[in-house]
């Protein structure tokens, strides 16, 4: 059984007036929040950028989210399927497009993004900027990015960080995704986005002792 905690003042609504910590990890309270509402037209509140608000809420707080969000307004680059996996940890769905086309991206989103849920679901929350999410596991040495195009034209982006900006250990960075550049613990990748879409990115990082002796051997030290 699911009970939905709203806002104690404002309820059901893009706003939440109460702070969000009241009464949380208390015995017998609530262990998640509910995501202020952006379900009704999911692609108008992203682009519009009220739903973008969820970026901010992951920086500041822990508390997970769940959000049932409707995916008849999603396109063929299912942008509200991954918009709302990236920023709710706690994932529904509902709501059949129309187009077939639309259809078979989001069951696509749904294969890709199922063997990675526990990077969703468990992982630590980085956000390099508004439109590009980290999930790490540090344990595993690895983190999955998402890359979002809220414009219309394609782009290719380069995005420059540290390891330990996306909470990684040091070592040699193995890139899915796009094209990897490494300078000790900085690591360049090269993405492209199609207009008003996303790329998902998988990064895992080998020890530098293994990075030495894969060198050593003779093997090309790429992505």
């Known amino acids: 059984m699911l009970i939905e905690l709203h806002d104690p003042v404002t309820g059901p609504s893009s706003a939440h007036y109460t702070p969000t910590y009241y009464l949380y990890t208390r015995e017998n309270s609530f262990d998640s929040l509910w995501g202020h509402e952006f379900m009704w037209n999911s692609m108008d509140d992203l682009l519009s950028g009220r739903a973008r608000s969820l970026y901010y809420y992951n920086l500041a707080y822990s508390i997970p989210l769940y959000l049932h969000v409707g995916l008849k307004t ?6 509200v399927f991954w918009w709302y996996a990236s920023t709710c940890r706690h994932l529904g769905v509902g709501g059949k497009p129309q187009s077939p086309a639309v259809w078979d991206a989001q069951k696509a989103a749904m294969r890709a993004y199922l063997p990675l849920k526990r990077f969703y679901t ?3 929350f980085y956000g390099l900027n508004e439109t590009v999410h980290a999930h790490t596991l540090p344990q595993a ?7 979002f195009n809220f414009t219309e034209q394609p782009q290719i982006r380069t995005l420059t960080f540290t390891l330990s900006e996306i909470g990684l250990p040091g070592g040699f960075a193995i890139v899915e995704g796009g094209d990897v550049e490494q300078q000790g613990g900085k ?30 051997g003779g093997q090309r030290a790429g992505g």
Request: proline residues 2%; glycine residues 4%; aromatic residues 0%.
């Open 122 to 124: 468990q992982g630590m």
């Open 187 to 216: 690591v360049s990748i090269r993405v492209s986005v199609s207009a008003l879409g996303h790329t998902l990115v998988k990064l895992r990082v080998r020890p530098e002792n293994a990075a030495l002796h894969m060198l050593q």
């Open 74 to 79: 999603d396109n063929t680059n299912a942008l």
């Open 141 to 147: 040495r690895s983190s999955v990015l998402d890359v």
